[in-house]
């Protein structure tokens, strides 16, 4: 599953909010209009007099309306209207440093390299990926958590990817790190089909799709 993640989501949640509430005062007015002595409503409501229990319950219906959808523009600017920092490779205390939040593209990924010369049957690079990615979320949890629920919020988007063989690996790990992506390199512990502490797969990532197609763009499925 993979989805836009940009400043245009936040800009559809609130307009639809909006919608919803200027639809539903609408609908309200309409039937006081209707149904209702709104003459007298409206003056009850200006001047604070005294009013019927009907007229009552109405005008508390239309104050409880505009509350809550207040109070819900309000909890999804929280969530979904914060500023993001920007996103600058390398920025910081020089190459290495993490990046930011938000990529050109607005999409986040995390890729998962798989060494090709080991021959691991499908179950062992199941395992070893499992491992890379399970060691990268632990790691973007602690360092950048705010990256780590934009990739969340994009659906979680990983993608299985092969290298020819170690040095390849750790070619791509080297410029994962001068872009500043996170990365994670499993050492197998060879209790079974390969040799102990043999690197088998690199995580690069979670991370803007734009940077991390820098690394491992050219490479072809697993």
Not at 74 to 99: D, H, I, K, Q, Y
Not at 134 to 143: I, P
Not at 171 to 180: M, N, P, Q, V
């Amino acid at each position: 599953m993979s989805s836009v993640c940009d400043g245009n989501t936040a800009r559809c949640l609130f307009a639809v909010t909006g919608a919803t509430c200027l639809v539903e005062l609408f609908a309200t007015f309409i039937y006081i209009i209707l149904y209702t002595s709104w003459p007298e409503l409206l003056i009850s409501l200006v001047f604070g007099l005294k009013m019927d229990p009907v007229s009552g319950q109405l005008a508390l219906g239309v104050l409880a309306g505009v509350g809550c959808g207040l109070c819900l523009g309000w909890l999804l600017r929280g969530r979904f209207g914060r500023p993001l920092r920007s996103l600058a490779p390398g920025a910081g205390n020089g190459a290495g440093s993490e990046v930011s939040v938000m990529g050109e593209s607005g999409e986040f990924k995390m890729t998962l390299v798989v060494r090709n010369d080991l021959k691991m049957g499908k179950g062992k690079v199941a395992a070893q990926c499992s491992h890379a990615a399970v060691s990268a979320y632990k790691q973007v949890q602690r360092r950048n958590p705010d990256l780590l629920k934009q990739w969340e919020y994009c659906g979680q988007p990983k993608v299985v990817v092969k290298a020819p063989d170690e040095e390849s690996m750790i070619e791509l790990l080297t410029h994962a790190k001068e872009l500043g992506l996170p990365v994670s390199l499993i050492q197998d512990a060879g209790r079974t089909q390969i040799a102990p502490g043999s690197r088998t797969v690199l995580g690069v990532g979670p991370g803007p799709v734009d940077l991390v197609d820098k690394v491992t763009g050219h490479l072809k499925l697993y």
